[in-house]
């Protein structure tokens, strides 16, 4: 499997500022997928990023307050913009991993943040 | 009615003995059934990948799938303390890329 590395691993930031969360994996890869755990919460996709063009957001998730960038096929970055208390939550970075058998989805480490 | 649903739990069971998690899907197109583990503090992890009908077996663990009943569970023999996490069910959403839609998790404690 693909290995995924984020930074920050964790941050506590100041409401009304923005944290961008980088996300590296060791190979090339179609699709990145940005997704949330709120505290307590499951997880919830944020949005869908494919190299090369505009990111694909999920109901309730808008550009304007998570921009997300794919510059290349190993590398994507999601930015949490004027944060608040309730963007608290760990950030995770995925990645679609193809094989025989079928299409299996792999988690990084996550970005946990904390907004106060 | 939710996507997929689990039962929150706690599940606590006898190290030793079997555990055993459910899940329930309302999206008859989904395709691809993952269980991902996920222990406090940590990100999820994957566990099973489920894709047919039947049972799927890698060690202590068996992955079950009955699309006809949209019904995915895992089951956990010899269970050990280390077993102890909060369990997701994730199933892609149809139509389209892998985008999974996770259940809100059991919590499965193993005691001694």
């Known amino acids: 499997s693909a290995v995924i590395s984020q930074k920050p691993s964790r941050d506590i930031c100041q409401r009304g500022t923005s944290l961008t969360i980088q996300c590296q994996v060791d190979?090339?890869?179609?699709?990145m997928f940005w997704y949330r755990q709120q505290p307590g919460q499951s997880l919830t996709l944020i949005a869908t990023?494919?190299?090369?063009?505009?990111?694909?957001?999920e109901s309730g998730f808008v550009i304007d307050k998570f921009p997300i960038s794919r510059p290349n096929l190993t590398f994507s970055t999601l930015t949490v913009s004027n944060m608040s208390p309730e963007d608290s939550s760990i950030y995770l970075c995925?990645?679609?991993?193809?094989?025989?058998?079928?299409?299996?989805?792999?988690f990084g480490e996550g970005s946990w943040l904390t907004v106060v | 009615q939710k996507e997929v649903e689990q039962n929150s739990g706690p599940l606590s069971v006898p190290e030793g003995a079997i555990a055993s998690l459910n899940c329930t899907y309302s999206d008859r197109g989904s395709q691809s059934f993952f269980w991902y583990r996920q222990y406090s503090g940590k990100s999820p992890e994957l566990i099973m990948s489920i894709y047919s009908n039947g049972d799927k077996e890698d060690g202590r663990f068996t992955a079950q799938l009955n699309k006809a009943s949209q019904y995915v569970s895992l089951l956990i023999r010899d269970s050990q303390p280390s077993d102890s996490a909060t369990y997701l069910c994730a199933v892609n959403r149809a139509g389209g890329y892998n985008k999974l839609i996770f259940g809100a998790g059991t919590r499965l404690a193993v005691h001694p």
């Open positions: 190979s090339q890869v179609t699709m």
């Open positions: 995925s990645v679609e991993d193809r094989s025989r058998a079928g299409n299996t989805i792999y």
């Open positions: 990023a494919n190299q090369g063009s505009e990111a694909t957001y």
